[in-house]
């Protein structure tokens, strides 16, 4: 066990500047404005630096960057990308403690998590695309023996990415291997919630990219994001958020005519099918860890498994072993190794899950655990904790159907696999699906079955970079992760050669 | 009709507050991840409603133009049983809405709709 110090105090492997400006052409610089807003950690909900508050202004100084920066970059080989994202994958690992002391502090999650997933898979996100990027071929088509057709990649040239709070780092990478690995120049938008740890990260690494190549212009959404989301002279607008921003993503893009690429959450269901308890055995115990994922992250994970579908037949015993499995998470100080859920990133976010317990309630949901905010004491009251909730409910009710962000679980009951599968695809949404049998075959015929992008199979909240990751539905458009990822951030050029050397006849 | 949506004083108080900056306001009800759940504030014309999206309520706030309150129409079909209002809490930002760098959050609190309101809206009760 360790018990990290908080940033700032004595004995801390890491502290925070009092205060972070925008990053922008290769150095840091003053908000045009001049204004600056608070941040403060979820731990404790006091402040522990001041963040520029950028506006159009400074969006379009980063945009400018972007594109001095792009005519070099763009052009640079792909093993020269390579070699510059594999020295940033190498730098993290270097201060991979460092890193997730800053993200524990900045967005509330445990330790335990940064440690062992957030770093140590944005991490192997850059080496990934390092990797991707120098396999990666273009094509040649022979289409007569005369007449070739030759297909290039082209980076994008300055591409804008919007990212949200709740894993503040590696959503961040998720957006910027892929983006950086293509050529791209890049204006990054960091939420407003957790605007600090991306600094942190930037000041390990920002001597290994060119000046203006990657631009950072912190602020509000509808102070910095719009601006930058509307922008004439970016390329392409990546978001990863709710439905209404996303329309308003699109309803900008369509102006620019630019591409886009969306993630926009889900309502995941864990369907545990009748096999699972024959026997209690190391795959029970799995199936039960996968019903208590709901809790990772605080449950502000969009693929959070937050609804939780168990055949009737074997639903007493397994939802009793499963309730005494959530009944082990550990809540507490996220700096401590053996906590096992944290903060939750911001008050709105815990008002907002409040209130969610209050609409379950009403709607005649059956609370079996939790229901209440933590109390933790000492410091840590004036943190944002909830405990680990769970709902027995029927799926149309609000709880089964949106997006709580929170560790509350909905738990309902089917009888045998038409109904789970009908019940499993009764949501708005197609991000993310897990799927628990002993049986291959209903592995694989649930996991086709259900209307999701990703469908965990006899796992959950595994995140490797080579498998994609994206929705149906409401939850999206596009994937990110994956070597498919990087055709979001190229153009395809064809150049149609003749070798003919004489007039086709028409003229 | 009753209203189907409402304002409490301290949610009231910021749009007066935030219509001297930004004029003629309307909110979309979001979903989805992240900030979804929350209602969002923009500015009139903003934000494009369109065929797919249903209005709620235009809400009468003393001093202000009315203000209108949509929601997409699929997830109107899993709110349809619920009265909201919107409330005003500290909050740190959410997508585009425009009352995040006041250090607040617009946020929806709800209740079930009586049997008698359900009617009235002509919503079939659920069975």
């Not at chain 1, 023996?145 to 300055?158: K, R």
């Not at chain 2, 909201?84 to 809405?97: A, C, I, M, P, Q």
Request: glycine letters at 10%; proline letters at 5%; charged letters at 20%.
């Amino acid at each position: 066990m360790t018990v990290y110090a908080n940033p700032g105090t004595d004995g801390a492997v890491f502290s925070y500047k009092p205060r972070y400006d925008h990053f922008i052409g290769g150095e840091y610089v003053a908000p045009a404005k001049g204004q600056y807003f608070e941040n403060p950690t979820p731990v404790t909900g006091q402040n522990f630096t001041e963040i520029a508050r950028g506006t159009a202004e400074d969006i379009d100084r980063a945009v400018d960057a972007g594109w001095k920066a792009f005519d070099a970059w763009g052009k640079t080989s792909v093993a020269e990308r390579a070699v510059i994202l594999n020295k940033i994958a190498d730098r993290m690992e270097e201060n991979l403690e460092l890193l997730a002391v800053a993200e524990t502090w900045e967005n509330g999650k445990p330790v335990r998590e940064t440690l062992n997933a957030d770093i140590p898979l944005a991490i192997d996100h850059f080496r990934y695309f390092a990797g991707a990027i120098r396999a990666q071929e273009g094509g040649i088509s022979e289409l007569n023996n005369d007449t070739v057709a030759y297909h290039f990649h082209e980076p994008l040239g300055v591409v804008g990415q919007i990212i949200p709070w709740n894993f503040p780092i590696l959503m961040a990478v998720w957006k910027l291997a892929p983006a950086l690995a293509a050529g791209n120049c890049i204006v990054l938008k960091p939420a407003e919630q957790t605007p600090a740890s991306i600094h942190v990260w930037l000041d390990l690494v920002k001597d290994l990219l060119p000046a203006g190549v990657l631009n950072i212009v912190n602020g509000f959404g509808i102070e910095a994001g719009a601006p930058l989301a509307s922008h004439p002279r970016i390329r392409k607008i990546a978001f990863t958020g709710e439905t209404t921003t996303g329309r308003l993503i699109m309803q900008y893009a369509s102006e620019n005519l630019i591409p886009v690429t969306l993630e926009l959450g889900g309502k995941s269901p864990n369907v545990f099918f009748a096999d699972v308890a024959d026997e209690k055995d190391s795959f029970y115990d799995s199936a039960l860890e996968g019903f208590t994922f709901f809790a990772l992250n605080q449950g502000e994970v969009c693929t959070c498994p937050s609804r939780a579908l168990v055949d009737a037949s074997i639903y007493d015993g397994f939802v009793g072993d499963a309730l005494e499995r959530v009944k082990l998470v550990k809540q507490g100080n996220p700096l401590d190794t053996d906590t096992m859920i944290g903060a939750q990133a911001s008050n709105d976010q815990l008002e907002k899950i409040l209130s969610y317990m209050d609409i379950g309630k009403q709607e005649g949901a059956k609370l079996l655990i939790g229901g209440e905010r933590s109390d933790l004491g000492g410091e840590l009251s004036g943190g944002y904790y909830v405990q680990p909730t769970v709902f027995e409910g029927d799926n149309s009710m609000r709880i089964f159907q949106e997006e709580i962000f929170g560790p509350v679980l909905a738990l309902t009951k089917f009888n045998g696999y038409d109904e789970a599968i009908e019940i499993a695809n009764d949501t708005l949404y197609g991000l993310g699906a897990g799927v628990w049998s002993r049986s291959g075959t209903q592995l694989y015929r649930a996991g086709r079955a259900i209307q999701a992008g990703r469908v965990w199979s006899n796992t959950y909240h595994q995140y490797p970079a080579h498998a994609a990751f994206g929705g149906y539905k409401q939850s999206g458009i596009g994937r990110e992760n994956h070597r498919m990822m990087l055709d979001h951030y190229q153009q395809t050029k064809n150049l149609l050669v003749s070798y003919a050397n004489k007039a086709q006849g028409f003229f | 009709m009753s209203p189907r949506v409402e304002v409490t004083d301290a949610a009231a108080d910021m749009l007066r507050h935030l219509a001297t900056t930004y004029g003629p306001l309307m909110f979309h009800q979001s979903g989805g991840c992240c900030d979804g759940s929350s209602p969002m504030c923009y500015p009139v014309g903003m934000f494009r409603t369109g065929g797919s999206d249903v209005l709620l309520q235009t809400l009468e706030i003393e001093g202000l133009d009315p203000i209108e309150f949509y929601m997409s129409a699929s997830q109107y079909e899993y709110w349809k049983y619920t009265h909201l209002t919107v409330d005003l809490v500290d909050g740190r930002g959410s997508g585009f809405s425009v009352e995040a760098p006041e250090g607040k959050r617009f946020m929806i609190r709800s209740r079930l709709l009586t049997d008698g309101e359900l009617e009235e809206y002509g919503v079939e009760a659920r069975s």
